[in-house]
């Protein structure tokens, strides 16, 4: 069974930088799907970025062009960098895994992630 556990939240200025890791263990397939999602109180939870296990990287559209997400496979670690923070960043983020799929429908509209970390909060003030 997939296990992910996140670290590398905080809380900084906006315009500031933050790197989230997630430390994956335990697939048993080679089609692999991550991502990572983020939640605000009282707001729905929304994909941020995946990667699949070709390397193809899907953004939403809000954070196109400052975050970027990324996975080392030596060191078994998705990673998202996420550069020029605002406020409407805040929330709790999570990485997320799937595998066995066509890696097709790997995106942040889907959602059939079975394996999910505990979180990490992310705050950027104002």
């Known amino acids: 069974q997939v296990q992910l556990v996140e670290s590398g939240g905080g809380s900084v200025q906006a315009g500031g930088s933050l790197r989230l890791s997630c430390a994956v263990s335990?697939?048993?397939?080679?089609?692999?799907?991550l991502g990572w999602f983020r939640q605000a109180p009282g707001k729905e939870r929304e994909g941020v970025a995946t990667i699949d296990s070709d390397g193809d990287t899907n953004y939403a559209d809000s954070v196109k062009g400052r975050f970027t997400i990324s996975q080392d496979n030596a060191k078994n670690t998705l990673y998202l960098q996420m550069n020029s923070l605002k406020p409407e960043d805040t929330g709790m983020y999570y990485c997320a895994a799937q595998e066995g799929i066509p890696l097709f429908v790997c995106g942040t509209s889907y959602d059939g992630f079975a394996y999910w970390g505990q979180g990490t909060q992310v705050t950027a003030t104002s």
């Open positions: 335990g697939w048993t397939y080679s089609t692999r799907c």
